[in-house]
């Protein structure tokens, strides 16, 4: 229709520019000049509205521009020949210009398809959670085909659910029709629903599994929308199997790693449990066995190794509880200024009987500020560094601690013992949990314990070689910012 009408709009002032000058036209130029409406009206309308500009422009051919006029004798019987000749001409011409108007169409069609399915690859092979990719799939597909509404339908416990939607919101009616109970088959292909708008399902399968359906309303789809609406739906049953595997993944590695902490902990904790519950038994059954003979020096030496392994079960305790303050995201800073020689001080006494104090030697500069740390946590961090060191030295060697200030105003406390070093394959792990380093035992928290609460107040925390062999592990704290009090 509307080629139809673009022809008689071409027509007309054509026909209306000629009819002065028809006197001094030959029939061939008439003839050439009324070939243009039917051009414009196959591109318009197709062949249909060709045939009728051939039509038109044979009436107008006779009737106005071949003698007699306005009427359909044509005089001599050449004329005849002539329009006869332009009427086969003219739907030649319809006919091929027809063809190359619906190749180009279908030409641009395909081009269109060809960049909607890179388009679509390029977004699906992105590493995106599965929460983005089925926005992705709805609101590509909504948009792609112009459609009323779209919705996507994955397994969720042990039944069909609507995981994603573009488009109008979906009403309960039409939710419960896509979505079937389950053991009852949906059904694939087209359906009129009450607004007699035509729907669609389209299964989703990759490597001839079913992964989900795929349901779309206000579908008026071409066979080639058709064909390309089952390629979108193979691709995007690929990115949503690949998802799912990436997450399965995911979730497999985290259980693992659990299974593997769990594992760690309860071999940590009991090896260590063990060892220092059996010394206490042990020496405790002793002095209180009335036919043990203990001398006095015997006496006070079990006595010692009590308070030793006692002290260590304490530190192993703190360092689980401080471990689970850790994991639960209940660690709090609760930082005040302090000076470096109280916390060194403070975290040397806290070793108690563990530690022999002539082996610790301190280097701390007297012109340092003060820190702004949670002394709680920084002692905790100092004590752990001391009680590792202490473990890996050789007996009778000394463990230094030393602090100086560092060119960007950072405190840097360093640890440093004559022990056998870390390798620098192994200065990454050993502040992993549970790393179980060397031939000294440790249940591998307290490095991992301590790079927690450095981290937690902004710093950093790091192993290097000492000058002199041994390992030296570093970690630096921000300076208080004193301000004065002006009366």
């Known amino acids: 229709m509307v080629g139809s009408i673009a022809t008689l709009v071409v027509m007309a002032p054509l026909v209306a520019v000629m009819i002065p000058l028809r006197g001094h036209l030959s029939i061939a130029t008439t003839g050439l000049v009324l070939v243009v409406p039917v051009v414009i009206g196959v591109v318009v309308g197709g062949f249909p509205a060709g045939v009728f500009g051939v039509l038109a422009g044979f009436l107008v051919y ?14 001599a019987n050449e004329n005849w020949v002539v329009l006869v000749v332009y009427v086969a001409v003219m739907l030649l011409v319809a006919r091929v210009v027809a063809r190359l108007e619906t190749a180009r169409t279908e030409a641009h069609q395909h ?41 996507l339908l994955l397994p969720v416990d042990a039944k069909l659910d609507v995981v994603a939607s573009a488009g109008e919101p979906l009403a309960d009616a039409e939710l419960r029709r896509v979505a079937p109970e389950p053991g009852i088959p949906a059904s694939l292909g087209n359906s009129v629903p009450s607004r007699r708008e035509q729907a669609q399902t389209v299964a989703l399968t990759a490597t001839g599994r079913p992964i989900g359906l795929l349901h779309i309303w206000g579908a008026d789809l071409s066979r080639h929308d058709q064909d390309l ?19 399965q993944a995911l979730r497999t590695e985290l259980l693992e790693e659990v299974d593997r902490l769990q594992r760690a902990l309860v071999s940590a904790v009991s090896h260590d449990l063990r060892t220092p519950l059996a010394t206490i038994k042990a020496s405790a059954s002793t ?70 104090v002539s082996d610790i030697t ?20 100092l004590a752990n560094l001391l009680d590792n060191a202490i473990r890996h030295a050789p007996p009778h060697t000394p463990v230094t601690v030393s602090a100086q200030r560092r060119d960007d105003g950072l405190v840097q406390l360093t640890v440093e013992d004559k022990g056998p070093g870390v390798a620098r394959a192994e200065r ?7 790393n179980r380093s060397g031939t000294t035992g440790g249940t591998g928290v307290g490095l991992s314990i301590a790079k927690a609460f450095v981290e937690a107040h902004g710093q950093e925390i790091w192993v290097e070689d000492g000058p002199t062999g041994g390992a030296r592990f570093c970690f630096t704290m921000p300076p208080a910012r004193i301000t004065a009090v002006v009366a």
């Open 362 to 381: 301190t280097a701390v500069d007297d012109d340092l500020p003060l820190v702004d740390v949670d002394h709680l946590l920084i002692g905790q961090v």
């Open 428 to 434: 990454t792990n050993v502040f992993r949990m549970f």
């Open 62 to 75: 006779d009737l106005v521009f071949i003698p007699p006029y306005l009427r359909l004798s044509v005089g």
């Open 111 to 151: 081009e269109e398809a060809i960049r909607r399915l890179f388009e679509l690859t390029d977004l699906l092979i992105e590493d995106r959670p599965l929460s983005e990719i089925l926005e992705l799939i709805v609101s590509t597909v909504h948009e792609a085909f112009e459609l009323r509404s779209v919705a």
């Open 229 to 247: 609406l089952h390629t979108f739906a193979n691709h995007m049953a690929l990115a949503l199997e690949r998802a799912q595997l990436r997450e």
């Open 287 to 356: 002095l209180r066995s009335a036919h043990a003979e203990v001398t006095r020096p015997d006496r006070e030496e079990l006595l010692e190794l009590i308070d030793n392994q006692t002290d260590r079960l304490d530190r192993l305790v703190t360092n689980l509880l401080d471990l689970s303050r850790v994991q639960a995201g209940a660690l709090e800073l609760r930082n005040q200024p302090i000076a470096v020689d109280d916390l060194v001080t403070d975290a040397i006494r806290g070793l108690g009987s563990r530690a022999d």
